[in-house]
């Protein structure tokens, strides 16, 4: 198991633009720096895609589109299945680079391999099972004849905390549905989408499949780079997973032309631990709901609300959990949490405990960031935190923990959804009418019942309210690809 960049894979890695089956240079020769956030050292410099790069990997996208379309579904999967496998047969060197340039510990990264190559094969199956329909109209006078077709050449537009399972939550359902596509990924982090891409372009190539099926484009000016695409009438499709703020933005540009936009935003998911929870439970799960990816996921649990009952044993324990917690580069043996993704990153969470501190809450432990390199922040545990602070109304993508404690039932449902935000929630009861009356409560697109974590690339992924439109995963995920034709017959 190697916890570091082999010379064999950092000699190989793409680091140019894939633009019809070639990598290649952005205009004029320009590049970036990826640096790995543990030690803010420069990892490669990575080709910076211009508008003009853009324009030609959609160019690219679309002149593929027609053949990859007519491939058959079958064919299509094997391609997937075929990338599944070869990821899964480099899990320890792509989980290497995931730790390199987004700073998760190795065992964190080589888990995400797994559920990211996970995405592959589940659409590598589902490629072959989209519904269509036949039947007789009511009236009698003729049949209904109900198809499906791919949406056409597609924008994924994916984060940087998760490099590899963003990229294939997009792509597979994407190539399952026979849409080509466009991937820019996020410039902290394109190096992992690259090497999937160079997966998926050699599969294709040894199979004589079309060129353009894949294409990637990264970037460090993405608002310059993809604002010229969503005007483009070749493009059909945007799937964006990021802030809700971008989001709102990117829908707003891609409505001139009424494209389809799947949107992974924001979260703010409420953590609930009722007053019959199981507390060693409890705890346990709010350590993977908050610390995975040191806090930096849409879904991580963003604030603790607590039975009055449970509030300070929850807070105390958790926050002796937290202290034991070695904070470290991800590639060194025994660290439990990686650094944030940079400096900013590490300012706002600095200002949000700063805020929160302000108003009144205590810091059990943590609340600073360590001496020497890195864009580290230590885990923390606040309480004694009013609903108004900004900890508890933003989503503060750390590893912070903010816990509020609550008298009732009610008042606990009215304080989770008290948010325009509806990604996840979790809550821990051992009542099962009380888990139920949560499941149909909590305004969230996924609900954690016992549980501190919901994703597995067979389920529908996604949020309500201003979290988002659309799903990823499971069997609705390549809905976002299709097209519905009804013919009249
Ligand atoms: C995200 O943070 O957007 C994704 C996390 C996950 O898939 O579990």
Redesign the pocket.
């Known amino acids: 198991m190697s916890t570091s960049l082999s010379p064999a894979l950092a000699a190989h890695l793409p680091t140019g633009l894939l633009v019809g089956g070639h990598w290649g240079a952005a205009t004029g020769g320009r590049t970036f720096e990826v640096c790995d956030p543990a030690t803010e050292e420069v990892l490669f410099d990575v080709a910076d895609a211009s508008p003009e790069d853009a324009r030609r990997a959609l160019g690219a996208a679309h002149d593929a589109a027609a053949a990859w379309r007519a491939v058959a579904p079958r064919e299509r999967g094997e391609v997937l299945r075929a990338a599944y496998e070869r990821i899964v047969a480099r899990a320890d060197d792509v989980a290497a680079l995931i730790t390199a340039e987004c700073g998760k510990p190795y065992s964190e990264a080589r888990a995400e391999v797994l559920?990211g190559a996970d995405f592959l094969r589940w659409y590598a199956e589902e490629a072959v099972r989209f519904p269509g329909l036949v039947r007789t109209a009511p009236a009698g006078a003729n049949r209904q004849l109900v198809h499906r077709r791919p949406v056409g050449p597609s924008l994924l537009i994916t984060?940087w905390?998760?490099p590899i399972?963003?990229a294939t939550?997009k792509i597979g359902p994407a190539l399952a549905a026979g849409c080509t596509v466009v991937v820019k990924p996020a410039a902290q982090t394109p190096l992992t989408t690259m090497l999937v891409a160079e997966v998926l372009r050699a599969e294709l190539e040894d199979r004589g499949l079309p060129a353009g099926v894949v294409n990637v484009v990264p970037t460090s000016r993405p608002a310059d780079a993809t604002s010229p695409l969503l005007t483009d009438p070749r493009l059909r499709k945007l799937s964006f997973?990021g802030s809700t703020a971008v989001g709102r933005t990117l829908l707003a540009q891609a409505s001139g032309q009424v494209l389809s936009a799947s949107m992974?935003l924001g979260?703010n998911a409420p953590f609930v631990v009722m007053a019959d929870a199981d507390l060693d439970a409890a705890v346990e799960g709010a350590m993977v709901a908050k610390l995975?990816?040191t806090g930096?996921?849409?879904?991580?649990a963003n604030r603790f609300l607590v039975h009055d009952s449970l509030a300070r044993p929850f807070a105390r324990r958790l926050a002796e959990r937290f202290e034991a917690l070695r904070l470290g580069p991800g590639a060194e043996p025994g660290v439990d949490l990686g650094p944030l993704i940079d400096a900013a990153a590490v300012d706002k969470v600095d200002a949000f405990v700063g805020d929160a501190v302000a108003r009144g809450a205590q810091v059990l432990t943590g609340g600073e960031r360590p001496d020497g390199p890195g864009s580290f922040y230590r885990p923390t545990v606040l309480a004694g935190v009013g609903p108004d602070a900004r900890v508890a109304r933003e989503e503060v993508f750390g590893p912070v923990a903010p816990v509020i404690a609550f008298t009732d039932d009610d008042e606990a449902i009215a304080l989770a959804n008290d948010t325009e935000l509806g990604l996840a929630a979790y809550a821990y009861t051992t009542s099962l009418a009380r888990a139920m009356r949560l499941a149909d409560e909590l305004e969230a697109g996924m609900i954690g019942i016992n549980r501190g974590?919901?994703?597995d690339a067979s389920a529908p992924?996604g949020g309500m309210k201003q979290s988002g439109l659309g799903r990823e995963g499971g069997e609705a995920g390549i809905e976002e690809y299709l097209e519905t034709v009804y013919v009249a017959l």
């Not at 930096?296 to 991580?300: G, H, L, Y």
């Open positions: 559920y984060p905390n998760f399972a963003m939550r997973t992974e979260g995975r990816n930096q996921s849409c879904v991580a974590m919901v994703s992924f």
